[in-house]
Structure formats: C-alpha cells, structure tokens
C-alpha cells in the first residue's frame, strides 16, 4: 500500500472509532422510572383511557401510557407531575359512514383543566391512585 493511503487510513479509522462511539450507549434523555397506579371513575375501575404525565414546570417531556380495568403502568422522568386521564365511549350512535360515535366522558377538570398532580421520586415506589367523580 502506498504511503499516501496509509496516512489517510492512519487519520480516518480514528475518526470513525470516535464517531461511533459517541452514536452508542450513552443518550441525552434524562432517566426514567417506572410509574403504575389506579384509576377509578364513580367508584369503578375506568374500563380504558389515556394518562399524561406533563411536568408542571414545562421542562422536561411528557409520558403517558394506557390505562385498562383501572390500571396503568408506564416510564416517567421524575419531577411533579400534572396528571391528564381521559377516555371515550361509545354513544350508540353511527356517523354517515356507519362508524361508531364515541364521546370523551371524563370532566375538564381531570384532563383539559386538570386539577391532578403526581411527584414522580427518584427512588422508591411510584405507585399513584386517582379517583374521578363525574360530578
């Protein structure tokens, strides 16, 4: 090999190595922990929904997971947390393309308006209940 390739070789394995290692392991999303609990609605376990995790302080991202038969697990940075839960359900109805027609049912004030909050710790169990009341 002449001397020439041999030199661009010598400087271009290096800087390979070094972009790799840098595309591996470590990223820059801040750790999470796992978070689970209860959703009860009038009493009920909500039979399916959405929950949200936002930071109050607006840094930092959002998590949500699903909720089934009342229960939710799913990551989350830590912090204070609002909580959004929603979740729809079927009227009955049809729309012209014969398509069930859900409505959202779970007040402003859990969702849209919420009023519910969540410190998510470090350590230690993270373990939330929410009871929504529809009036």
């Known amino acids: 090999m002449p ?3 041999a030199r661009r070789y010598s400087v271009l394995i290096p800087a390979v190595l070094i ?6 392991g470590s990223s820059n999303t801040p750790p999470e922990v796992e978070v689970q609990g209860t959703v009860t609605f009038d009493g009920e376990p909500l039979p399916q929904g959405s929950i949200v995790f936002d930071p109050v302080d607006g840094k930092g991202g959002s998590s949500a997971g699903g909720i089934e038969n009342g229960l939710f697990v799913f990551n989350s940075q830590f912090g204070n947390k609002k909580v959004l839960i929603s979740a729809s359900r079927d009227t009955g109805k049809k729309d012209q393309y014969d398509e069930p027609i859900t409505e959202s049912y779970i007040p402003a004030n859990y969702n849209t308006n919420t009023e ?3 410190e998510v710790k470090a350590d230690g169990e993270n373990k939330f209940e929410f009871v929504l009341k529809s009036k």
């Open 19 to 24: 972009f790799l290692s840098g595309c591996s």
């Open 116 to 118: 519910l909050t969540a």
């Open 3 to 5: 001397l020439i390739h």
